[in-house]
């Protein structure tokens, strides 16, 4: 017997929710035929600030499941979390993939301290191999991007209670989780350059500061200082 299928998605209060109409034809009736249609809730998916995840886990027993890559996951992590990474590193070796990789290196990989990756093909399956369809996980990242993702992958698997912290650990508050880690979790995704120019900044800064107070303060032995400076 041949049917459609047809699929309506709504979004309300940071929740999308998606119904499932399935029809099929079925016999005839009086000559004519007829249809049989199946409503069914898909999936929902809840965004949440990170003290609704905080209560989510104390109270509703959902488990943390981190998707971040290796190198933000290993600055910092939820204590006790579990770890399937979205996207992993590529380590590919075809020409492209190699230009790719040196061009990103030497820009994003050099500022930002962010590896050069590749969805990971395992993601779903991995996920699995750990939890069942009925499982509730929160699911959480650096900044709530790959968090939405893998939600999305994961309620097209059948999972029907996943959650998300709207914007990520980044929005998380000194102490609001156990963590686990050199940095706070909100700093995870700080790394290259752009924090050592942070701390040159700071320096140079505060060297700015003396000399100014210096010369405010002792205006004599700030001449003699700049009449002992070679003329250029």
Not at 33 to 53: D, G, S, W
Not at 156 to 179: E, M, R, V, W
Not at 190 to 208: D, F, M, P, R, Y
Request: proline fraction near 3%; hydrophobic fraction near 40%; charged fraction near 20%.
């Amino acid at each position: 017997m041949a049917g459609t299928c047809s699929i309506l998605s709504f979004k309300s209060n940071f929740r999308t929710s998606w119904l499932v109409f399935d029809t099929h034809r079925g016999g005839n009736m009086s000559g004519k035929p007829f249809k049989r249609k199946h409503l069914a809730v898909r999936a929902e998916v809840n965004f949440v600030n990170a003290e609704e995840a905080k209560n989510l886990i104390a109270v509703e027993g959902y488990a943390v499941l981190d998707v971040r890559d290796r190198t933000q996951f290993e600055r910092a992590h939820i204590k006790s979390c579990y770890h399937v990474p979205l996207f992993i590193e590529n380590q590919d070796n075809d020409f492209g993939t190699i230009i790719k990789r040196q061009l990103h290196n030497n820009f994003a990989g050099l500022l930002f301290g962010l590896p050069f990756t590749k969805l990971n093909p395992e993601f779903v399956q991995s996920v699995k191999s750990q939890f069942s369809p009925q499982s509730k996980i929160l699911l959480v990242c650096q900044e709530g991007l790959r968090s939405a993702v893998a939600a999305n992958k994961l309620e097209q698997a059948g999972y029907g209670n996943i959650a998300c912290i709207t914007s990520g650990l980044q929005s998380a508050k000194p102490g609001t989780f156990d963590s686990v880690g050199s940095t706070e979790l909100q700093n995870a995704g700080k790394a290259g350059l752009v924090t050592i120019q942070g701390k040159i900044s700071a320096v140079l800064g505060t060297v700015l500061i003396c000399a100014f107070l210096f010369i405010t303060f002792f205006p004599d032995q700030a001449e003699k200082l700049f009449q002992l400076a070679p003329a250029s």
